[in-house]
């Protein structure tokens, strides 16, 4: 069944410093999702990307698809202590209505 | 505001003694998941409907029934409910329109069995 990897599990930084988690589908994706989780919370959405090699940006945060539409990242530029939660890759299939989520990396900042 | 509402936040049930979780939403979507997410883990989606039509992932166990009498109500039935399903219960709906897909989480209902 289809499968969506995320690395790494945990990262703690010192606020200010830069932040970058990856995630890797086994199958071809239609498009890429990702959410941030703050503890105690619900998933939220944040950002959908459906093109071959999208680039994406929200302000400090940055969201790439890759060229095979297997893979994604996001990057977060000077992290800041409102940052901290868990972000979530969700993939889905071609003509599907199934959302499968990847492990999660929970992001720690140190002030 | 327009939201999906999980009642109740907190639910403690008794091993084997069945309990029924509860969503709704004003949102109108045709698309309802029922996600578990276990402490530091994925959600993992447990069932959806697209309208009235179940869609039931092949590692959910038998324990575990959806029932949704309409557009804006679904239901998470646990019949007999072991330790291993305390957990996490999210509520998620999405518009299928072929634009941004995105999933709108209620807040959850977190699962004790005692």
């Known amino acids: 069944g289809q499968q969506v990897m995320q690395i790494p599990q945990y990262q703690h930084v010192q606020e200010g410093e830069d932040f970058t988690t990856y995630c890797n589908s086994s199958?071809?994706?239609?498009?890429i999702q990702w959410y941030k989780q703050r503890p105690g919370g619900h998933p939220v959405f944040l950002i959908q990307?459906?093109?071959?090699?999208e680039v994406k940006k929200q302000k400090r945060l940055t969201f790439q698809f890759g060229e095979a539409k297997k893979n994604s990242s996001l990057h977060i530029t000077a992290t800041q202590t409102t940052d901290v939660g868990t972000y979530f890759c969700?993939?889905?299939?071609?003509?599907?209505?199934?959302?499968?989520f990847g492990a999660g990396t929970r992001l720690f900042v140190k002030a | 505001d327009a939201m999906v509402i999980q009642n109740p936040r907190y639910q403690v049930t008794q091993f084997g003694k069945p309990v029924t979780l509860s969503c709704s939403q004003t949102?109108?979507?045709?698309?309802m998941y029922w996600y578990q997410q276990k402490s530091s883990q994925a959600p993992k989606l447990l069932f959806h409907?697209?309208?009235?039509?179940?869609?039931n992932e092949a590692d959910t166990p038998d324990n575990f029934q959806s029932r949704r009498p309409n557009t804006s109500f679904c239901f998470l039935d646990i019949r007999s409910p072991g330790l291993g399903d305390a957990a996490m219960y999210l509520c998620?709906?999405?518009?299928?329109?072929?634009?941004?897909?995105?999933?709108?989480f209620g807040s959850g209902t977190q699962l004790s069995v005692l």
């Open positions: 998620a709906t999405s518009r299928e329109t072929g634009d941004i897909e995105k999933l709108f």
């Open positions: 990307l459906v093109k071959s090699g």
């Open positions: 949102l109108n979507h045709n698309v």
């Open positions: 409907y697209y309208d009235k039509d179940f869609n």
């Open positions: 969700a993939g889905r299939r071609t003509g599907g209505f199934k959302t499968i």
């Open positions: 199958t071809t994706l239609s498009n």
